[in-house]
């Protein structure tokens, strides 16, 4: 089993940042991608990034990202950061960090599907105010 605490979320006008992490405990070594998902009022989750591994080379974005916001892990505090810069009204909604045991295909196909995720965070609220 595996647990995940998300965080970081806050109410912040346009233009700021925040940085979102994901603390993860119980069976961590089995962890093989890690992602973040969000939802806004009245619609579906959708796939905002995901990392597999901890490299650089690793990360995949949801195309409206568009370079404002960073994934980045730390295996050896078992913890995901999203850094979220640049922030529109339009990002408003609940953050979720999710976790994969297993194989993983390299594919934003694959890590954009939730239900690809074993674990999920309880959500954090992120409010952008213009």
Same mark, same amino acid.
């Given at each position: 089993?595996?647990? $995940?605490?998300?965080?970081?979320?806050?109410?912040? /006008?346009?233009?700021?940042?925040?940085?979102?992490?994901?603390?993860?405990?119980?069976?961590?070594?089995?962890?093989?991608?890690?992602?973040?998902?969000? /939802?806004?009022?009245g619609? %579906?989750? %959708?796939?905002?990034?995901?990392?597999?591994?901890?490299? %650089?080379?690793? #990360?995949?974005?949801?195309?409206?990202?568009?370079?404002?916001?960073?994934?980045?892990?730390?295996?050896?505090?078992? #913890?995901?950061?999203?850094? $979220?810069?640049? $922030? /529109?009204?339009?990002?408003?909604?609940?953050?979720?960090?999710?976790?994969?045991?297993?194989?993983?295909?390299?594919?934003?196909?694959? $890590?954009? %599907?939730?239900n690809?995720?074993?674990?999920?965070?309880?959500? #954090? /609220?992120?409010?952008?105010s213009?």
């Amino acid at each position: 089993q595996v647990q $995940l605490v998300d965080s970081g979320g806050a109410l912040v /006008q346009a233009g700021g940042s925040l940085r979102l992490s994901c603390v993860a405990s119980g069976r961590t070594s089995r962890i093989s991608v890690m992602g973040w998902f969000r /939802q806004a009022p009245g619609k %579906e989750r %959708e796939f905002v990034s995901a990392i597999i591994g901890s490299g %650089e080379d690793s #990360t995949y974005y949801a195309d409206f990202v568009k370079g404002r916001f960073t994934i980045s892990r730390d295996n050896a505090e078992n #913890t995901a950061y999203l850094q $979220l810069s640049g $922030l /529109q009204p339009e990002d408003t909604g609940v953050y979720y960090c999710a976790a994969r045991i297993g194989v993983v295909a390299g594919t934003i196909s694959f $890590l954009g %599907e939730p239900n690809n995720y074993d674990y999920w965070g309880q959500g #954090t /609220q992120v409010t952008v105010s213009s």
